[in-house]
């Protein structure tokens, strides 16, 4: 079997095209949706993101300022600049790039964000409401693949799904957004004993360890979906995923490319996010 690719690409594009109108819309009517990011440090990769998100801001009519911090900037600077953007009526959305230097407490800048404004979903009331089924913003990857598996008509519900990584950013979520879907939910973690015999039983199978191709086609099932959220440079320079693409598409039923899978739809759900923010700010006008 030669697995069907999911085109993050097309789906981001189809999704943006729609979004876009709605952004119009809004602007037209006096309220272009604004998004600000923040980001302290030099992390290369961090700044290449944050200015592939500005871009895509651009070009979907919403507004972007974007704050710079050097290194070692205070926790309270940044906090300051949050509240001053919490109160910014310019401003929808304000996402902080991770990760954040090491004296930073990520728990509290997330928690400073207004919950209103957090559209990358990290604030803990957004992370509580997501554990009840009841989320405001759904972090931006994990949902941007709920998307994706509902494309590809990919059923959830009964299904076994696993996921390799457990962080705040996707992992946590992507097994809760699956659960909520009334799939049964496997999390594995780096500890995890004899990875292959868990991820040889997904259905569905997400991969967010941050391993280049750790994942091989002995470890999974026939016929499985597998969605690769990794992003990993290799010393010639090139990006792989934590899936062994070349081998595992000729086993696998569906499979994301790296890139041009998950990754496009990452940035699509900020925009999303906050032109839904937009919309809700506007109604309560
Ligand atoms: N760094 C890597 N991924 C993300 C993300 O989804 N949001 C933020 N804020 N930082 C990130």
Redesign the pocket.
């Known amino acids: 079997m030669t697995a069907k690719i999911m085109d993050g690409n097309l789906l981001a594009r189809e999704m943006r095209a729609a979004w876009k109108g709605r952004a119009q819309h809004l602007a037209e009517q006096g309220s272009q949706p604004g998004l600000a990011v923040i980001i302290a440090g030099n992390d290369p990769a961090?700044r290449i993101?944050v200015r592939n998100k500005a871009k895509a801001c651009v070009e979907t009519g919403i507004y972007s300022e974007i704050h710079e911090f050097s290194e070692n900037v205070s926790q309270d600077e940044v906090i300051r600049r949050i509240q001053e953007l919490n109160e910014n009526l310019r401003i929808n959305g304000i996402?902080?790039?991770?990760?954040l230097p090491p004296h930073f407490e990520n728990d509290k800048v997330f928690a400073s964000i207004a919950v209103e404004k957090d559209v990358?979903g990290?604030h803990p009331y957004n992370v509580g409401a997501l554990a009840t089924g009841n989320a405001i913003f759904p972090?931006?990857?994990p949902h941007g693949v709920m998307h994706m598996l509902e494309k590809y008509g990919i059923p959830v519900e009964g299904q076994h799904a696993v996921v390799v990584g457990r962080s705040n950013?996707v992992g946590k979520p992507m097994a809760l957004m699956l659960l909520q879907k009334s799939a049964t939910v496997t999390i594995c973690t780096s500890k995890t004993r004899d990875l292959a015999e868990h991820t040889r039983r997904a259905d569905i199978l997400v991969v967010a360890a941050g391993k280049p191709r750790m994942i091989s086609a002995a470890m999974i099932k026939a016929g499985a979906a597998v969605i690769d959220v990794g992003i990993n440079r290799l010393p010639d320079g090139s990006l792989t995923g934590d899936v062994d693409f070349d081998s595992v598409k000729e086993k696998a039923g569906y499979i994301t490319p790296v890139p041009g899978g998950v990754g496009p739809m990452?940035i699509t759900m900020l925009l999303c996010n906050t032109i839904e923010a937009a919309e809700r700010a506007q109604t309560q006008c």
């Open positions: 961090s993101y996402l902080v790039q991770l990760p990358d990290f972090p931006c990857t950013i990452t």
